[in-house]
């Protein structure tokens, strides 16, 4: 009788072996893991009033009390990037989720099902494609009260249609495997194909598109603030932050707009250079 070594290394990962070798993604992963920290933990221990204004102290720069000064409503800024970063990882990564949880599904039907319905899926991907994101954002967001989920949920239903193309792609290479056919052979349904053998084998893919996504939900979200249709007062974000920066920049306030146009660039440079050593470790293509 043979025992089993409970003693021996569990088998490494190819794919994480490759993600601990990239010195790149390992940069971005220890940068975005910092930010978070920065914008979660960070009020625990440097705790601010981000409600009430105060223009006794406005516009004041980088001193004692306040290390990276007050903007012209008198809130501590290092306080207020804590805060507004806080609400643009959760919308990125709400939105990414909302986005890829129906892009995955859509586009492994899709794969599946091939013939007229791929065709037809997929000629209205195309056309919805064609559609100016940002425009339609930005109606929706002038007509209804914006709010983190609210616009979480209108990113994400305008950043589907990536995740349904890639997860589309890669059902219809998974749908000829050797599991695949053995599953239809035994009788299993297509939802049960779909959830039990090409979504889980797909995940590669999807986790890299969700890093993607989330870089470009804070893109949006920082675009939107920027042009006054974000989130409205208390609530803040990096987006409305800079543009009451820039709208200073003559009177050389630059706390205003370096300390929040570094955290904007820092996130989105962590999540790409992340993303990109992802797609590489699973070998695909996810972009």
Known sequence: MTTLDVSAPPRRIPALRRLRRHPLGLTGGLLLVLIAAFCFLGPL?????????????????????????????????????????????????????????????????????????????????????????????????????????????????????????????????????EFVLAARVMGASRRRIIFTHLIPNALGVIIVNITFQVADAVLVVAALGFLGFGLTYPTADWGSQLASGVTYISADYWWLIYPVGGCIILTVLALNLLADTLRDAVGRRAG
Do not use: K
């Not at 000064?69 to 306080?79: A, K, Q, S």
């Open 45 to 177: 221990v440097y705790q601010t009033n981000q409600t009430d204004v105060d223009l006794i102290n406005a516009a004041l720069p980088p001193g004692p009390g306040h290390p990276l000064g007050t903007d012209t409503n008198g809130f501590d800024v290092l306080g207020r990037l804590m805060a507004g970063g806080q609400v643009s990882l959760q919308i990125g990564l709400l939105a990414a989720l909302f986005a890829t949880t129906i892009g995955t599904v859509y586009g492994a039907v899709a794969g599946l099902a091939g013939g007229v319905v791929d065709g037809f899926m997929m000629r209205l991907v195309d056309v919805m494609l064609s559609i100016p994101f940002l425009f339609f954002v930005l109606i929706l967001s002038a007509r209804f009260h914006a709010n983190a989920l609210s616009l979480s949920l209108v990113i994400g239903a305008f950043s589907w249609l990536v995740s349904a193309r890639l997860v589309r792609g890669e059902v219809l290479t998974l749908r000829v495997r």
